[in-house]
């Protein structure tokens, strides 16, 4: 009973979700933007639950290491190749994003920040920059991942799980304390701070990644949903682990804990029997999930935070939120689809031509 491409979907689709928490709640003074009721200790209980959120990138990992150690297993040809095509119609839908809420910043009167100088414009354009938009810090992460993700296979396929599982969180630990602590002063050498940085960022991800891979390589979800299947109240006892990991998230609150309780969550959150309609909302959030990742803040934040925060209440901001996200996907994939439809066919007719002539 291992996970299913429709499962890794969902994942994301509740991953972008926590993003969304995140970005929104996930600070301790409101400054009046939506009501605090209720409150903890002093403290905004929807603080918690956003804190919660920063489990989404390690989910949003964990999910790419099982899904792509799963395909490429499967795959024929030059996985090089087919990587190529992954990471350039990602890149597509990137730039479609870019160049939209570049010239909305700019009718909106915010030429200043959008696009700025020809400079920002094109470190942005070339993933070298996250200035417009400061959540597109993982797209230049994820392409690493996935140049690397053939020989890191190779290798998870041929060591001790465990022993690779120890490496790659000495390796998480030592990238998250430089992140967090700038150990290393690089000064003003903006090319060396550049690397640096994305080896950092790298570094921070590359662990729920390869747990997802070795995840896949030793059926370990089988594993558990054979152990669990066996519990009577096997939904309840899920839901209590996904709240104690909530609870104890509140008390320790460094995101250094977030690859544990984003892979935590992911297992007890599948192995909940959920009913169809609920799957197809996040099957739904699921597909939508990219353009929601790389547009929601232009919304709360960049160009339109008083649209986004004017209905006060938390609940409803989120919901919010999510709408406008979804209204700019739709408008992305309008144009998005009719390119990728066009190379898809084009590449489909190459290769029947090339089959003809051999």
Same mark, same amino acid.
């Given at each position: ?8 979907? *969902?994942? $994301?689709?509740? !991953? ?7 970005? =929104? ?30 489990? /989404? ?26 990587? #190529?095509?992954?990471?350039?119609? #990602? ?8 160049? =939209? ?47 690397? +993700? ?29 992140? %967090?602590?700038?150990? =290393? ?9 550049? *690397? ?16 997802? +891979? ?12 054979? $152990? !669990? ?10 839901? =209590? ?14 995101? *250094? ?6 892979? +935590? ?13 609920? $799957? ?17 803040? @232009?919304?709360?934040?960049?160009? @339109?935070? $008083? ?9 409803? %901001? ?5 709408? #406008? /996200? ?33």
């Amino acid at each position: 009973m291992e996970f299913t491409k429709n499962d890794m979907k *969902i994942t $994301k689709g509740v !991953a972008i979700l926590f993003m969304l928490l995140l970005h =929104l709640f996930c600070r301790k003074e409101v400054n009046g933007l939506y009501d605090t009721f209720p409150i903890i200790n002093g403290v905004p209980l929807m603080y918690y639950i956003g804190l919660f959120g920063d489990a /989404c990138v390690p989910m949003f990992c964990f999910a790419s290491g099982y899904g792509l150690f799963v395909s490429i297993n499967k795959e024929k040809g030059s996985i090089i190749k087919k990587n #190529l095509t992954r990471i350039f119609k #990602l890149l597509i839908n990137f730039w479609i994003i870019l160049v =939209l809420f570049v010239a909305i910043g700019f009718l909106a009167g915010k030429a200043e920040i959008l696009p700025g100088s020809p400079s920002k414009f094109f470190l942005n354009f070339f993933v070298l920059s996250n200035s417009y938009n400061g959540a597109w810090w993982f797209l230049q992460t994820y392409i690493i991942l996935v140049f690397l +993700a053939p020989p890191l296979f190779q290798v998870i396929k041929k060591y001790n799980s465990i022993l690779l599982v120890l490496i790659s969180g000495f390796i998480y630990v030592v990238t998250y304390i430089q992140r %967090i602590k700038h150990v =290393l002063d690089l000064g003003d050498n903006s090319a060396l701070n550049m *690397i640096v940085n994305a080896s950092v960022l790298v570094g921070t991800s590359q662990l729920p990644f390869i747990i997802g +891979a070795i995840f896949a390589k030793d059926k370990l979800y089988s594993k558990i949903y054979n $152990k !669990a299947n066996s519990f009577s109240m096997k939904n309840a006892l899920c839901l =209590l682990g996904i709240l104690l990991l909530v609870i104890i998230h509140a008390f320790y609150e460094s995101m *250094i804990i977030a690859p544990i309780t984003g892979i +935590a969550f992911i297992c007890l959150f599948n192995l909940m029997d959920k009913k169809e309609g609920f $799957k197809k909302i996040l099957d739904y959030v699921g597909n939508h999930s990219t353009n929601i990742w790389l547009t929601h803040m @232009f919304f709360y934040m960049t160009i @339109f935070p $008083k649209l986004t925060f004017a209905l006060k209440y938390p609940i409803l %901001i989120f919901c919010w939120l999510i709408i #406008l /996200c979804l209204i700019s996907s739709y408008l992305i994939n309008a144009i998005y689809k009719p390119i990728i439809r066009s190379i898809d066919k084009k590449k489909f007719l190459l290769n029947n031509v090339k089959r003809a002539v051999g």
